[in-house]
C-alpha cells in the first residue's frame, strides 16, 4: 500500500485528490496538510511513502517545506503539484529534492501513475518543461 501525505491550501483540491486516490488500488491517503508549515508534524505522525505538494501557498510554500521534509525524513518521495509550471518552478522543486512535477488539470491516470512511479522508486518529470 502506497500512503500519500496531500499538500494543497485549496481545500477542495485536497479533497478531490483524496478521494481519486481513496478509491485506486493500493494507494491510500494518510494524511492532509493546507500549508507547508503543517508538513513536518503530519509527515512525522502518519509517515507518508509519497507527499503531493502545491508550490504555491499562503505561509510556507512547497519548495520550502519539500526542503525541510528532506531534512527530516529523506527517504519521503515528494511529488509537486501545481496550477501552473515553467522552468524556475522545476529548477526550484529538484533543487528542494522533488522527484516529480504535474500540473494540476492534467488527468487522473497521469495523476495516479506519477505516484506509482515516484514510489516504486522512479521519477515524474515532465518531458518538456513549460508545456
Not at 518521495?77 to 518552478?89: F, I, Q
Amino acid at each position: 500500500m502506497i500512503r500519500v501525505m496531500v499538500v494543497d491550501d485549496h481545500a477542495y483540491v485536497r479533497a478531490a485528490v483524496t478521494v481519486l486516490l481513496n478509491g485506486t488500488d493500493g494507494i491510500q491517503v494518510v494524511g492532509e496538510c493546507a500549508d507547508g508549515a503543517e508538513v513536518p508534524g503530519m509527515a512525522a505522525a502518519v509517515h507518508p511513502d509519497v507527499v503531493l505538494m502545491d508550490i504555491q501557498m499562503p505561509i510556507t510554500p512547497g519548495t520550502a517545506a519539500t526542503r525541510e521534509l528532506m531534512i527530516t525524513h529523506p527517504a519521503t518521495r515528494v511529488l509537486m503539484l501545481t496550477g501552473s509550471m515553467n522552468a524556475h518552478l522545476l529548477t526550484e522543486s529538484a533543487e528542494a529534492g522533488a522527484v516529480g512535477f504535474l500540473v494540476k488539470g492534467g488527468g487522473r491516470a497521469q495523476l495516479i501513475d506519477a505516484v506509482r512511479t515516484v514510489a516504486a522508486g522512479g521519477t515524474a518529470w515532465p518531458a518538456e518543461p513549460g508545456r
